[in-house]
């Protein structure tokens, strides 16, 4: 068990940043998070010791966040509700850069689930698209094409910004 | 220059840095060349950088209690897991009567008294509160019928307590198993839809009288106390603040039956 302490506790703070990012809403992340972290003590022993612990716990993460989005979506509303405040962002950001930080995940949201995970999964947390393909239980190939489509929204989004507040536009013309 | 073609999957790549060097570099020079996809390759690094950067501090932030892995493992190593239990219920079966005993010392003591209360409170909340189906075997409209069969089985007159003024409204009620018998349940909830539950049993001689003491697990909080043989406790996930003033409220209410 030690060994599993210290192998998966360095990996919480990014289960963490990856449910948040998906989820959108502090208390239901963690909540996945717990979840996730209590599956993987109970299963350990289970796990194929040559595979890669964090796309073992990435995996486990991402399935427990899909059942939770079909459950919510069953019951006809939305999981993402809460906007991501501004003190999330910590004290390093200056003022201008936490509305632009905030404006992105909006947008970011905006994606649809399955584009959203690939471009978290690779862009964020470094998974390669091998590991990336193995979390989500699809082709690699259809990383590629979901990895494609999630940036060429999101740049649509950036560049669109029909829905960007107007703060955030003259921050950006000033800067 | 026989390179093989940059493919859409080569830029990607390429933003994500997972190519060879070699192969990067063939993608440079194509870019040097193509000033539109180079553009757009521009733009999809800035989106990745500026949502590392977004999300950088998520995972700056310092952990929760609930995700420290530590107590994750100790809490499993002293919960036997429930193969485990199979495995102890089946020996106590198979050596049965006289054998039964030897076994009894080998399973975890359980706890009694206020700690087995609070406890018991837990997981009923734990059981019941999420349930959308059925939280509470009788409603709050069939109160008198609640009262009468709660009264019966625990052998003494149980008062359901009213926390209307504090803003939490009855939902109603159910007997509950415990180690020490049968406990009468109550829950409530307010207009946001938080939950709260209130147990009570007889202590059976082990605390019969108690001061308030709170508790917690997870990130489920509550306070438990006993008067005169009779044990309370009310649990939810509301402000430990809030939570007192209730409970304060019920024991209030309790003494004057």
Request: aromatic residues 6%; contains cysteine.
């Amino acid at each position: 068990m030690d060994d599993m302490l210290h192998q998966v506790e360095p990996l919480i703070p990014a289960l963490r940043r990856y449910a948040r990012a998906l989820m959108r809403d502090r208390a239901s992340a963690d909540d996945l998070v717990q979840d996730c972290l209590e599956r993987a003590v109970s299963r350990w022993y289970q796990r194929r010791r040559d595979g890669d612990v964090r796309a073992w716990l990435f995996t486990i993460l991402h399935n427990l966040a899909v059942n939770q989005f079909r459950k919510a979506a069953s019951r006809g509303r939305h999981v993402a509700i809460e906007e991501i405040s501004e003190d999330s962002f910590g004290e390093a950001a200056s003022q201008e850069q936490k509305l632009i930080y905030q404006d992105v995940l909006a947008k970011l949201a905006r994606l649809p689930e399955d584009q959203r995970a690939v471009l978290l999964l690779v862009a964020v947390e470094d998974l390669s698209y091998a590991e990336a393909a193995k979390v989500l239980g699809i082709p690699v190939g259809t990383v590629m094409s979901r990895l494609s489509r999630a940036r060429e929204r999101l740049q649509q989004e950036i560049e669109g910004g029909a829905a960007q507040p107007s703060n955030v536009v003259s921050l950006r013309s000033a800067t | 220059m026989n390179h093989r073609p940059i493919t859409e999957d080569d830029l990607h790549a390429y933003v994500d840095q997972a190519l060879e060097p070699e192969r990067s570099r063939e993608v440079s020079a194509y870019l040097d060349d193509h000033p539109d996809v180079a553009k757009r390759v521009g733009a999809f690094a800035g989106q990745r950088d500026l949502l590392r950067a977004a999300l950088a501090p998520i995972a700056e932030e310092p952990l929760p209690a609930a995700l420290n892995l530590a107590r994750i493992i100790e809490n499993r190593r002293r919960r036997p897991s429930r193969f485990g239990w199979a495995v102890a219920a089946m020996l106590l079966l198979s050596i049965g009567g006289a054998g039964g005993w030897v076994m009894h010392g080998a399973l975890p003591t359980s706890p009694s008294g206020m700690v087995a209360l609070a406890q018991e409170a837990a997981d009923s909340y734990a059981v019941y509160a999420p349930d959308h189906e059925r939280p509470v075997e009788m409603r709050a409209s069939d109160t008198t019928q609640l009262v009468q069969w709660v009264s019966s089985r625990l052998h003494r007159p149980v008062k359901v307590p009213n926390l209307s003024p504090s803003g939490y409204r009855l939902m109603g009620g159910r007997l509950v198993a415990t180690a020490h018998g049968p406990a009468a349940m109550f829950m409530y909830d307010d207009d946001h839809g938080s939950r709260i539950v209130v147990l009570t049993r007889p202590m059976n001689g082990t605390d019969g009288n108690a001061p308030m003491t709170p508790h917690t697990r997870d990130d489920v909080a509550g306070f438990a106390w006993a008067d005169g043989g009779i044990g309370y406790s009310l649990v939810g996930q509301a402000p430990t603040d809030s939570l007192r003033s209730l409970a304060n409220e019920v024991r209030k209410q309790a003494r004057t039956i």
